[in-house]
């Protein structure tokens, strides 16, 4: 293989449902020039779906997606880092459009989806109604204002610009902290929208509503937001496990 343009990387903790389908559907022109790598933490057949359908695989006895998405960059060679999920969510038909904007003038490229999106199914509709404009106007007070969904898996960036935001998160908190950085460093961003895609076994399976880390990313934000607007930063520090900011004195 010549000069390998962009590497596509993608989390996966026993998605063997959903892999295949995702993986055929990357077009072509993206496997010949770049590369596609599985960072796995599964115990069911999720690396060897993703080595039959051509992919790189990284096991990793680590589960976290903050963790792998950094161990898949770290491996990975291209100039341009694509981030998307291994459930089905992201439709691989669009990394071509995320990488147009990126290469048009933009720092970073999300994939996002609207409320139209989510309207059209009643499961996501009712959730999305409930938790998403919430969550949008969180991020907008903490500077970043998009349309669609903040806390997408699928978006795009140089690889300057990830080693510029340097994720620290080893968890489901690394879109968050990526979304809080870009504002922070003042990051050309761009959104694309994206079609609603159910999830392989369903909105409802989601983890982050089963075990209820909806909260560690509003307790993010919001520590964030009122670190900003107080100026407390000497006074504070980011505890990255917790997810919140805590008093440097004893």
Not at 83 to 98: A, C, Q
Not at 147 to 176: A, H, Q, V, Y
Not at 210 to 231: A, L, P
Request: with cysteine; hydrophobic share 40%; aromatic share 12%.
């Amino acid at each position: 293989m010549g000069t390998i343009y962009h590497s596509v990387i993608i989390p996966t903790l026993n998605e063997e449902q959903s892999i295949e389908r995702v993986l055929i559907r990357i077009p072509e022109r993206i496997w010949q020039e770049g590369e596609v790598i599985v960072v796995d933490a599964s115990t069911d057949r999720t690396s060897y779906i993703s080595e039959r359908c051509g992919a790189k695989v990284l096991n990793v006895k680590k589960r976290g997606k903050g963790y792998q998405l950094k161990a898949g960059v770290a491996l990975s060679k291209g100039r341009i880092i694509v981030l998307m999920d291994g459930d089905g969510e992201h439709p691989p038909e669009y990394i071509p459009n995320l990488l147009k904007e990126l290469q048009i003038g933009y720092d970073i490229v999300l994939g996002t989806r609207n409320y139209g999106a989510f309207i059209e199914k009643p499961i996501p509709g009712i959730l999305y109604i409930f938790s998403q404009p919430f969550i949008v106007s969180l991020f907008r007070l903490a500077g970043l204002d998009l349309k669609g969904s903040p806390l997408t898996g699928f978006r795009c960036m140089w690889r300057e610009t990830w080693n510029k935001i340097e994720p620290l998160s080893d968890n489901f908190l690394i879109e968050s902290e990526m979304n809080l950085k870009i504002v922070e460093m003042g990051l050309r961003y761009k959104e694309v929208n994206i079609p609603y895609i159910e999830r392989y076994n369903g909105a409802l399976n989601s983890r982050v509503l089963n075990n209820g880390e909806g909260k560690y990313v509003i307790r993010y934000i919001v520590s964030y937001i009122f670190e900003k607007q107080v100026n407390w930063r000497k006074f504070f520090h980011f505890d990255n496990k917790k997810g919140l900011f805590k008093t440097k004195f004893k």
